[in-house]
């Protein structure tokens, strides 16, 4: 694949519903697409940034500026054989993983197309269907949050995760408990408490809970390994995993019983791969994230949760959860036992709405070798 040229675009897509975590409310996403020309099939990727740096370092606008100032130069005019040598390609810039991540999977999304092999194929998955969960946010009654899990549960979907927060936490998980005491439950702080509210979270043990999500410092596993002893519940990292050295280092520390992997957050899918082989080697479930993807970022966590050691149910839920109109076609849909079928096409799986794109598009660049332009 020689790579030709990257457009490089934002989009603008309002939610259907605001989604609000312990770092605060989204009501409409800013969203950076790549697409890469090759003198063989185009690939599309998504950056899963935020719109702000609350959830990691990276945003849209760092993103922006490390595509189009490092991370296309380093690509523009090679070529590759496969997809899995773009790491090393980007290596030389430190960190700014969401940015590469989204390169380095329309590589992917490319690569697939151009052996005429389903994604999920390429990338060594196994499973034909996967077990899909909703991650619900904290809202702004107990009520209202009732109202939503009621909606999912009857949908179908396999294992309900809510947000919570110091405030939004032990009352509610009781008032779930009181209504659904066998569902599959779990809990995502995004790093809102100290190991000073210990005892605080040990009472998150009556509740039966699947896991705790990344309860502490963004960037921690000390202090969870310390936790995690005095918690029955299974700590699960996600923002703290950035590679397989950190799934090690975290697992042999005792920090974690289950990793979250964001195929953004670990810096594009060859690191994805190998922090679900690591995890795998270990005994530790794994499952994959979401960050609010367009059906793009989506039908790529779609193949990436077909992996064999995806064994708890992902934030893989359906596009219309999200939005109005996916970007893709068909959208993501999701069986009424909660499970979204694998499509056995090549490449993604589903078809780019490109009239869709255009609209939504608020920004466009497209960059060659040597020069860029403008364009639209
Ligand atoms: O921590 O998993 C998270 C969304 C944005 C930032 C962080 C997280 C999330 C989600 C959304 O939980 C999951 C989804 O895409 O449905
Ligand atoms: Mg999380």
């Not at 690939?43 to 990691?56: H, I, K, M, N, Q």
Request: aromatic share 8%; proline share 4%.
């Amino acid at each position: 694949m020689r790579i030709e040229a990257i457009t490089l675009r934002e989009i603008r897509m309002p939610l259907v519903h605001f989604f609000e975590t312990s770092f605060g409310r989204t009501t409409e996403r800013r969203i950076l697409l790549v697409t890469l020309h090759t003198d063989g099939p185009e690939g599309w990727g998504e950056c899963v940034a935020g719109e702000d740096p609350f959830y990691s370092e990276e945003s849209i606008d760092t993103a922006s500026y490390a595509i189009e100032r490092y991370l296309t130069p380093a690509l523009l005019g090679k070529s590759l054989e496969k997809a899995s040598e773009a790491p090393a390609l980007f290596a030389r810039v430190r960190g700014h993983r969401m940015a590469k991540g989204a390169l380095e999977n329309a590589l992917w999304d490319a690569e697939a197309q151009a052996r005429q092999v389903p994604l999920w194929q390429l990338l060594g998955g196994a499973q034909s269907e996967i077990a899909c969960g909703v991650s619900i946010g904290i809202q702004n009654s107990v009520e209202q949050l009732l109202e939503k899990i009621e909606t999912e549960v009857t949908a179908g979907y396999r294992r309900i995760k809510v947000k919570c927060k110091p405030g939004w936490d032990v009352e509610v998980f009781e008032k779930i408990r009181q209504r659904w005491p066998g569902i599959l439950l779990s809990c995502d702080a995004n790093s809102a408490y100290t190991l000073s509210q210990a005892e605080h979270l040990k009472q998150f043990d009556r509740f039966n809970l699947l896991m705790i999500e990344q309860p502490l410092w963004h960037d921690d596993f000390y202090f969870h390994a310390q936790l995690q002893k005095q918690l029955k519940t299974s700590i699960c990292l996600d923002e703290a995993i950035h590679n397989h050295r950190d799934a090690k280092a975290a697992i042999e520390l005792g920090a974690c019983k289950i990793i979250n992997i964001k195929v953004g957050r670990v810096g594009g899918f060859s690191e994805a791969v190998a922090v679900h082989n690591t995890a795998q080697e270990r005994g530790i479930p794994v499952w994959c994230g979401g960050m609010l993807e367009s059906g793009i970022g989506r039908s790529h966590n779609i193949a990436l949760s077909t992996l064999p050691n995806f064994t708890l149910p992902g934030d893989v839920s359906a596009s219309k959860r999200y939005w109005k109109e996916d970007v893709i076609e068909p959208a993501v849909e999701v069986s009424g036992q909660g499970f979204i079928k694998v499509p056995n096409t090549p490449g993604r799986g589903f078809k780019i709405n490109t009239e869709l794109i255009e609209k939504l598009t608020t920004r466009k660049q497209i960059l060659r070798s040597g020069a860029k332009t403008a364009a639209d």
